[in-house]
């Protein structure tokens, strides 16, 4: 058996509330691309959020953002007072709009965009995840537990060939009986696919060329993703794989390349952005460590160099490798900074509340929380049995 280090291993350097406004035509060329996919949407009135006076307009008839990279061709008005619009694509929509009064533009129909299917539109009062909320995806059995101890190693997607050279940011989706991780190039924005092993079975590629890395449950129970090729959160509907932009920007400028993320129970997203997998794009926001409130709202945290985030079990905690640990409060408001200061490249956490390293990256799941996903570096991807569960 292998005890695990609880030792922080070097960081090796890998990988409040303003709202989100439409993307500036002049930076148009780096927004996330959106697939094709049948209908030509209308828009759909936008969820009104905590003491906003109205639901925001309609977004445009027409794709949220361009398929080629262009300029849109025409914008969708959202706002009404703190309120989020969004136009039912289901790729980026209309969003959010001013909480001062009047709109801000939401991104619209483009030339030359693909149309848009229906997609996760709200409506007015509904949360920004969705008619049925947020919800926890998943609990600790209560404890004591014992010393946390890994059983050996077993090598899973045995004959499966990567398309890329690199894993990283597993995560467990109990609903899929599956963990799910990123097949990438480092260094790299172009290509790259997501990754499905089901327990016990076989590895396959879910989704080609999305270029994603760090991934998560969503707080609505699908798969979230912090997204290097379209410069974007993303969530991915697991049954019919389409995707939404969740947040691409703050503050007026574009996330770089997001590399790591978690979500809260109550809706909140945390998450590292990183210039790892930038490329030769032109650099948006920089290093930071951003958070992303249930309603949408984008807010940098703090600057500088960052890589991976996990909760603690009571989630009370946020850990982040490179820069520290955040208490939070009951609303999932980062507070107050201190140790420890997670190391190495991504991290796991288990119900005991240890943080620990294996592989450059993993995740608890299987139905009792007591595998451990590795992947990294390279294609490795290798499972563990545990002692003590822990989270996905």
Known sequence: MIRIDKSHRRWSGR????????????CASDAPQSEASGGAPAGTSGASAAGGSAPGAAGSA?????????????????????????????????????????????????AG???????????????FWGPT???KQWSCPPPPYPAQTLGPATNICAGFTYNYGYNEGPTWVASQNAFFFSNFTSGSNLGGDIIKYTLGGSCEVWLHEVGCNGLAVSPSGNLLAACQGPRAIMEYDLLSKKGRVVAAMVNGKLFDSPNDLVAHSNGTVYFSNTTYELGNRPKGLGEALVRIDPLGMVSVVASGSVNGVALSPDEKKLYVVGQGTWTLDD????????????????IAVDCAGTVSNTGTNSAYGGPDGKTLLAVGGSTNAKIYSATVPGLP
Do not use: I, Y
């Open 113 to 127: 965009g693909s149309a848009g299917g229906a997609g996760f539109a709200g409506t007015s009062g509904a949360s």
């Open 15 to 26: 990988g409040l509330l303003l709202p989100l406004f439409a993307l500036a035509s002049a």
């Open 331 to 346: 609303n999932g408001v980062p507070l107050q900074k201190g140790e420890p200061t997670p190391g190495g490249d991504g």
């Open 62 to 110: 027409g794709n949220g953002l361009t398929s080629s990279g262009g300029a849109p061709s025409s914008a969708g008005a959202v706002g009404g007072s703190n309120s989020a619009g969004r136009d039912s694509n289901g790729d980026a929509g209309g969003m959010l709009g001013s909480p001062a009064g009047g709109g801000s533009s939401g991104v619209g129909g483009a």
């Open 133 to 135: 909320g947020p919800k």
